[in-house]
């Protein structure tokens, strides 16, 4: 497709399970950045990819998180042992450079855990 | 006090009407976006601005980088541009980082 696409867009999960979401950059992109948003506030980073490499991974809250792009396009965000205060919208963002290119969002996945 | 400040919070208005948003920022910064966001949608990106103004379509952005200000504006207002519009900025030491405003809330009735 021609935009970011995030999937899956919905994810229930019970208290303690493991759960992966995938980013589909726009192709070409070479940047990618992972954000979380909480019900009623702004998005907060977690990670930005350039290429295949973590450029920045200070957002990432706690080691439970964790964030792949092996091949330089697709990403996935990782979350072990899953805690109820992880329920939020994970949005994926490209952009075609990362150095002054501007982002496309996706979608986004909600994320329950129950 | 937030890096980046929208006003107002919540806006309402008739369809047709001229619509403003406020963004001021106190950092640095090597660009800004606005951004639309409807209710369990996701972002749509509006534009990236550096300096000037842009346009596109009935929606209109302006930058001012000496005052740390930029604005949105949405002419002949249209219910589908019911949304929160979200001001980010890229700091200028950080460029792939963005800092986000609170959002304004936009209601427009027909």
């Known amino acids: 497709g021609a935009g970011v696409s995030q999937t899956p867009s919905n994810k229930v999960t019970e208290k303690g399970k493991y759960v992966e979401l995938r980013c589909d950059p726009i192709s070409g992109h070479t940047a990618l950045y992972w954000y979380r948003q909480s019900l009623g506030q702004g998005p907060e980073f977690l990670i930005y990819f350039q290429g295949t490499g973590a450029a920045d991974d200070s957002g990432l809250p706690n080691d439970r998180f964790f964030a792949v792009r092996p091949e330089g396009s697709v990403s996935t965000l990782k979350i072990q042992r899953t805690e109820r205060g992880d329920s939020a919208v994970y949005l994926c963002a490209s952009s075609l450079t990362g150095v002054g290119s501007e982002a496309f969002f996706g979608q986004g996945t909600r994320l329950t855990v129950v | 006090k937030n890096e980046v400040e929208q006003s107002p919070q919540n806006l309402t208005a008739q369809e047709g009407e001229f619509i403003t948003i406020n963004c001021s920022y106190s950092v640095g910064i090597s660009a800004l976006h606005w951004l639309q966001q409807h209710p369990g949608g996701g972002i749509v990106s509006l534009f990236m601005?550096?300096?000037?103004?842009k346009k596109h379509g009935r929606l209109i952005a302006t930058i001012n980088i000496q005052e740390k200000h930029s604005s949105l504006h949405i002419t002949a207002s249209h219910p589908r541009d019911s949304a929160v519009y979200i001001c980010a900025v890229r700091a200028g030491d950080s460029n792939y980082q963005l800092i986000w405003g609170a959002g304004t809330k936009l209601i427009i009735k027909p």
């Open positions: 601005l550096s300096s000037g103004k």
